[in-house]
């Protein structure tokens, strides 16, 4: 069981790194948070390194403000590094698998299908509805006290990823450990205010705007919404802030697929995928170089915004019908 | 403990009426269905009565068929009634009341703030997220195993109630449950796309028209939104599908009261009140009437919309500022 290997690992090391990917979300910071505090109480020298902003609604969690840059931290050859919710190892940043490639030992922890098992160590478990789900394993097989912070950290990380146990991916395991979570002195508040209850007024407007993109195509069997440079400028808006919004196409009866098209600069689109029912929308987007989950997946495209669109409603079209 | 004195009355009983409230909602419909399935175990004879349309998203469940309306019942002096979610004797119709006056014994079980106890035997627990999680305690009294049916109506209390594990009122205990009956062959994604995924392609319009109507007064310390007539007829909707309208006007930053204006006819309107932290949004529904929980209320009232938007935001202005 890779898990225990994990344990040795940990329990032999002193310096440790820890790593999560770019664009940081709920679980890559939440799942890092959580087992950097847990190394602490062990009294081991752990730095944690996210390239990337952290979003405003995760900035109250205890821990936020030990997030370094690549830049900031030394990673020598007595340091381990343990990467959270990776599938590859190109995710948390050339900079970082540079660092990779010196350090005494590498960890891999993910629940991302199709993860290239780049590390020294690999433990993916593609049921584990969150990377966090298997750092609490980790946590408490270390024997670590779970507090307030590492519960309040371990929680963003299930209910990002199971937006808020809606998704397949929610298991009894799931709500086990939330409910374990919110007897360790979970902040409930806190987490509902600073998640759901905290936006900008700003992003009504651009909830309106994005949705008034709506366009059903493949047969009435997807949908799709835009993101435009434009729109975002106009609500001074974070692509953050847009990641709930492919919950709406999905909604809708019949909708198979729902797709998510942010412009990001001239010639780079970003593109999400959900699937509601068996279509494999991992397949899709590996088609245009990216990856993900079953149902849940997504692709960066060097190309204009409606031709990028044209070729993802194309192909799908193809798979889909 | 009352709960035992109800398992006594139910065992020493042949002829059951379950009933739940007007409107109803997930929590009501739910609880009564998964009574009257682990009661129909026990070889009662059971009967479920509620007084209104079940919504769409409901009729899913096995067992919705057996709902039935007040004339179709006929309850005599053998039958004993149990009152399911229901504040107040009134709750149910008042055809129901006339019932509960002749039956042999009434059971009161639910988790309003404000309970009249208006019943022979009353359970009322507001530290319950649901009238469901009592239905579940009551249903392991009786020593009922929970099936698949059962599972997916206790479900449907606790993740409509509790706004999918968001609010407040979610405890330890609701997770627990959630996950005992996942393992109890609860079908997971049955519910998420019957509740969340089927929706007509106007709910996006009606989204959008009714979020468009929003309006912060209180100093910015409210926001409402209005459904009119007009519009629920534009996009062919009916007041259920407004339910979750609510949380987008309460998800903005520094917003601590939000509410939902729906007008009914041409001199009745329905208000929908809900608070962020501490502030007591039943008082306010009660001063007009209505009633509810201390963050999620509501009330009638018989007046022109633009009148009633008057007098509640004057009323809410003196108690909030």
Redesign the interface.
């Known amino acids: 069981m890779s898990l225990s290997r994990i344990k040795e690992a940990v329990i032999g090391s002193t310096e440790i790194v820890v790593v999560s990917h770019e664009y940081p979300d709920g679980d890559s910071i939440g799942s890092s948070i959580a087992l950097a505090k847990a190394l602490s109480q062990m009294e081991k020298s752990v730095k944690v390194i996210i390239n990337g902003d952290i979003p405003l609604e995760y900035r109250f969690l205890t821990g936020i403000d030990d997030i370094r840059r690549p830049d900031d931290v030394v990673v020598n050859k007595e340091s381990i590094m343990i990467f959270l919710d990776c599938a590859d190892e190109k995710r948390a940043g050339s900079q970082i698998d540079a660092y990779r490639k010196r350090c005494r030992l590498s960890i891999n922890i993910d629940h991302h299908l199709g993860n290239t098992n780049f590390a020294d160590i690999n433990h993916v478990d593609i049921s584990a509805s969150s990377t966090g789900e298997i750092v609490y394993d980790l946590i408490k097989l270390l024997d670590i006290t779970i507090d307030k912070d590492i519960a309040n950290a371990l929680y963003i990380t299930i209910?990002t990823d199971t937006g808020?146990?809606?998704?397949?991916n929610?298991?009894?395991?799931?709500?086990?450990m939330?409910?374990?979570l919110?007897?360790m002195g979970l902040d409930?508040?806190a987490i509902?205010?600073n998640l759901?209850?905290?936006?900008?007024?700003n992003?009504?407007g651009l909830?309106?705007d994005v949705?008034?993109t709506?366009k059903?195509v493949c047969n009435n069997k997807a949908a799709y919404i835009v993101a435009t440079n434009e729109v975002m400028e106009k609500w001074k808006a974070g692509y953050g802030e847009l990641e709930s919004f492919i919950?709406?196409p999905?909604?809708?009866?019949g909708?198979e697929v729902a797709i998510l098209f942010k412009e990001i600069g001239m010639n780079e689109i970003k593109v999400s995928f959900r699937a509601?029912?068996d279509f494999d929308v991992q397949a899709i987007a590996s088609y245009f170089g990216g990856g993900g989950h079953k149902k849940a997946s997504g692709c960066t495209l060097n190309t204009q915004l409606n031709e990028g669109i044209k070729k993802v409603i194309e192909y799908l079209h193809e798979r889909l019908i």
Do not use: H, Q
């Open positions: 209910v808020s146990f809606r998704f397949d929610t298991t009894a395991k799931t709500f086990n939330a409910g374990y919110l007897t409930f508040s509902r205010i759901w209850e905290n936006k900008n007024p992003s009504i909830l309106i949705l008034s709506m059903f919950n709406y999905k909604s809708i009866k909708i509601k029912a």
